[in-house]
């Protein structure tokens, strides 16, 4: 049984810090990329960031480059968030995916074939 779960989500500040974990169980987690993605109230679910298999090739959305960093430890079974210099607008659940694709890291949502439960992320203004 495939399950993703997402922990370190919580009420921060405008202009503070928050690391999101996922961990991993019940696949095969060096062969899948792993992404990040976030959906606020009343809006669709966007892509946050993206880590290949290895961790040697990223991709961040527009609105988080230069403050979210991803990371993994394949030795843990898990992806990391780093979420730097939160702004309001980065409330909303987030939530981690596994893409058992293999191929190049992937940014649309229907592309990933296992997601975690979520956790919320409330940044005040």
């Known amino acids: 049984q495939v399950r993703l779960v997402e922990s370190g989500g919580g009420l921060v500040q405008g202009g503070g810090s928050l690391r999101l974990s996922c961990a991993a169980s019940g696949l095969t987690f060096r062969n899948c990329a792993m992404g990040w993605f976030r959906q606020a109230p009343g809006k669709e679910r966007e892509f946050v960031a993206v880590?290949?298999?290895?961790?040697?090739?990223?991709l961040s959305a527009d609105s988080v480059k230069g403050r979210f960093t991803i990371s993994r430890d394949n030795a843990k079974n898990t992806v990391y968030l780093q979420m730097n210099s939160l702004k309001p607008e980065d409330t909303a659940v987030y939530y981690c995916a596994a893409d058992l694709g293999g191929g190049a890291p992937r940014t649309s949502p229907r592309e990933y074939d296992w997601w975690g439960q979520g956790t919320q992320v409330t940044v005040s203004s």
């Open positions: 880590i290949s298999w290895s961790g040697g090739s990223t």
